[in-house]
């Protein structure tokens, strides 16, 4: 069975810029363009974390927060360690 992780993420949308960043209480907080309509931001934000955690979209799923700004995101593929090592790195 593969590695799985699931870390909570605290979502803006309708940001000016793409970004992810580790707060000091281990929880990541993500900025995306998209806007909050049709859960064109929740595709946003598994696009960026795809891209910076270099693991496929479909590894990953928004598990609870589908409607709100705090999401909870699982990731196969990754233990939490490996997953704040890529956000950093």
Known sequence: MPPSCTVSVRLKPGA???????????????????SPVEGKA????????????DVPKSCMSIVRGQTSKN???SVIGLTMDSLFARIKG
């Open 16 to 34: 000016k810029q793409q970004k992810i960043e580790i707060t000091e209480h281990g929880t990541l907080r993500a900025w995306v363009h998209a």
């Open 42 to 53: 929740n595709a946003a934000l598994i696009e960026l974390l795809s891209d910076a955690l």
């Open 71 to 73: 999401k909870v995101v």
